[in-house]
């Protein structure tokens, strides 16, 4: 553990913040040196958000693995300084420990130990490590790369419970617009033409008529502005949906009607085409495995549904049998108080080790999901 203490370290103390692209090639490029010292092949793919890293190592086996993870995180310099990477009793806390640089170090480990033993009965394995997950509301540029594959473990951190993550809801955040005329409050209101009342009424829709319409649908407005002045009809306003669905075509559905308008006299209301991220189904086959696995680590053989989303749902959608969780135990993502705990960093390792070698090559065409057709 003393290695992989060490890299979370030192690759935590870059704050390789979503759009920050020269912080994120800059641990990019540490990973991919770490890559090549443990014996892997490496690309850096170059894009306009930053380097795409991919990983990989070829055994004897007939299957091809995906591992996924993303080198950005929500901290914006000086996190790395400001709070530097510690021990808390069995806790390692840090920026960005959870959220993911803990689990994409757990995937390259696994990697270098498979690497390690080139005449094992693992196929292709492969690590896609992208720079955008956190901002990003459509597929991964590498997606293509990935697909044909016989499964995708995506390595976002296990649940504090210990549980992997075996389904995800679909999710979308859809900005709406609202602009109409403004006006003097106090003289001449007749005139205005409020965008903020007619947002208003819209958001009132939306939780009345769609939030909980369907089973686990759900439609929160998280984020709402207008106005800059107090005593002026506002002609802008601006809102945000989050929108939660259980499959992508309840997602499609919940798209769609919140876009049926209603009138309002001089303000026009619009909607952005935000599709999201699909479903991320169950894949029973290797979900058991899974399960199974960690029981004879002696893990808690736990699973979970969430309402979070992953790269991992993209996988899914495209046909891959897909299991989520695969990072270390962790929790409090996105907040100062963010951990992993460290004692669960080695069975997850091995986890992977064993699903490479012993059951992902396995997997039969049946067993896979069924691709859904695109939002």
């Known amino acids: ?84 990477v ?21 995937a390259l480990a696994a990697l270098a130990r498979l690497a390690a033993d080139p005449s094992g009965p693992h196929g292709y394995v492969e690590l896609h490590c992208v720079p955008d997950e956190e901002a990003r509301t459509t597929a991964p540029r590498t997606l293509e790369r990935m697909r044909g594959a016989t499964a995708s473990l995506c390595f976002e951190c296990g649940r504090a419970s210990g549980a992997l993550v075996t389904s995800r809801k679909a999710g979308t955040w859809i900005e709406l617009t609202a602009r109409g005329r403004a006006a003097h409050a106090g003289t001449e209101p007749h005139v205005g033409r409020s965008a903020l009342m007619a947002l208003v009424h819209e958001a009132a829709r939306i939780t009345r008529e769609i939030d909980g ?18 005593n002026t009809i506002p002609d802008r306003a ?17 798209f769609a009607e919140i876009g049926r308008f209603g009138a ?10 935000d599709r999201g991220f699909p479903a991320m189904t169950r894949a029973d086959a290797l979900a058991d495995r899974t399960l199974e696995l960690l029981a ?10 969430t309402g979070g989303v992953s ?52 997997v039969r065409e049946d067993d896979q ?3 859904r057709e695109a939002g």
């Open 296 to 305: 004879e680590l002696g893990q808690p053989a736990l699973e979970e549904a």
């Open 1 to 84: 553990m003393d290695r992989y203490f060490a890299r979370l370290t030192e690759l935590c103390t870059i704050d390789s913040f979503t759009g920050d692209v020269t912080r994120c090639d800059e641990a990019a490029r540490l990973l991919a040196r770490w890559t090549e010292q443990d014996g892997l092949t490496v690309e850096l793919l170059p894009s306009p958000v930053g380097l795409h890293l991919i990983a990989s190592t070829q055994g004897t086996g007939p299957g091809r693995v995906v591992l996924i993870g993303h080198h950005d995180t929500v901290f914006p310099a000086p996190a790395g300084s400001a709070r530097p």
């Open 86 to 106: 510690t021990i808390s009793g069995d806790r390692v806390l840090g920026p960005g420990v959870a959220d993911m640089k803990g689990g994409v170090l757990v």
């Open 369 to 371: 999901p069924t691709q």
């Open 238 to 254: 601006e809102a945000t949906v989050d929108v939660r669905a259980l499959s992508t075509a309840d997602l499609d559905w919940a």
């Open 311 to 362: 790269d991992g749902s993209w996988t899914s959608e495209i046909g891959i049998p897909t299991i989520d969780g695969m990072g270390p135990v962790g929790a409090l993502d996105h907040t100062e108080d963010e951990y992993i705990e460290l004692a669960s960093v080695e069975p997850r390792i091995e986890l992977a080790v064993r699903l490479c070698r012993e059951e992902v090559a396995q």
């Open 264 to 273: 309002h006299d001089g303000v026009e209301v619009r909607r952005s085409d």
């Open 213 to 230: 319409s369907r089973p686990g649908l759900t439609a929160h407005i998280t984020w709402f502005h207008s106005g800059d002045v107090k």
